[in-house]
């Protein structure tokens, strides 16, 4: 079973910045893609970007331009660079994986972008 690791969140100020990582338990080149998802209060959870194993990525309109999505596969690490950040970016922050049979979710990290 692979094992999601998120770390990374915290408060922030509005137009700050952070990082998040996530770690997987086992090489992620079996993996479909990797994704970060977020759910703020009393909302669904979204899909926020994508790394496929290929590296093709993709992003949520509202985070174009500002969210930066990458891998480290030696270290089996996913990372979300969040720069301009906005207090409706303000979430819990899930890492997902998305293989051939199914996905595996983290426990998420909180993100809070004061105004």
């Known amino acids: 079973q692979v094992q999601l690791v998120e770390s990374g969140g915290g408060l922030v100020q509005a137009g700050g910045s952070l990082r998040l990582s996530c770690a997987a338990s086992e090489s992620m080149f079996s993996f479909n893609a990797m994704n970060w998802y977020r759910q703020a209060p009393g909302k669904q959870r979204e899909l926020v970007a994508r790394?496929?194993?290929?590296?093709?990525?993709m992003y949520a309109d509202s985070v174009k331009g500002r969210f930066t999505i990458s891998r480290d596969n030696a270290k089996n690490t996913v990372y979300l660079q969040m720069n301009s950040l906005k207090p409706e970016d303000t979430a819990v922050y899930y890492c997902n994986a998305l293989l051939n049979w199914g996905s595996y979710w983290g426990q998420g990290t909180p993100v809070t972008v004061s105004s």
């Open positions: 790394i496929t194993t290929g590296g093709n990525t």
